[in-house]
């Protein structure tokens, strides 16, 4: 009972991102993508808000 997996479909998921080494380098181009835009918003926010009186 022990050794039996809780989750199997994410173990599969995990086994599958792992199985390509391309996979990482696209979870990383997303995550840079996704925190440059958080930023560009976040700045945007920012100026808009010392231009306007």
């Known amino acids: 009972m022990g050794s039996q997996n809780v ?4 173990d ?3 086994n599958s991102l792992k199985s390509t ?3 990482s380098t ?8 996704f925190t ?3 930023v560009a918003k976040k700045l945007r926010a920012i100026s808009t808000r010392t231009t306007s009186p």
């Open 36 to 38: 440059r835009t958080a």
């Open 26 to 33: 696209v979870i990383n181009v997303a995550h840079w993508s």
């Open 21 to 23: 080494t391309c996979d």
């Open 12 to 14: 599969t998921v995990l």
């Open 7 to 10: 989750y199997p479909e994410r």
